[in-house]
């Protein structure tokens, strides 16, 4: 995704976050530590914040998931399934569980291709079996 489409998303995602918590230009811009006039700059698209520090902040004031803006500004999706922080619990804890039993298994998976293969072999490496490297060496 280009840089203007980054920001289009950036800038409409901190508009509906302001509107949705009912905050003025002022209050955003004092909360951040800039004015409203640069806060509506940023929903209009017209730029976008400098530092990382300032998007944090303005991820903090306007309720957004951690990570959520600067990752617009990048180019990244938040996937959908995590829920907002408007949510009740139980769908967070929920998420939660998923996330972890997608962790686990990914473990799993790695741990698997670590372990030895058959007859307490090595598991094959990219780059040959450890049988091909035993035959180059001698």
Known sequence: MNDKANQERFAAR??????GLGLSLDDVGTAVGVSGE???NWERGRFTPRKKATV??????????TGELWALLSGYEIPAKHPR?????AHLL????????????????IEAKRRPGRNGEPPVSRRGSSRESARQAS
């Open 85 to 89: 922080p408007d949510d009740d619990s």
């Open 38 to 40: 640069t806060i509506r």
């Open 56 to 65: 944090v902040k303005l991820e903090q004031t306007l309720e957004a998931r």
């Open 14 to 19: 901190v508009a509906a976050l302001r509107a």
């Open 94 to 109: 929920e998420a939660i569980r998923d996330e972890l039993a997608e962790l686990r298994s990914a473990i799993e998976e």
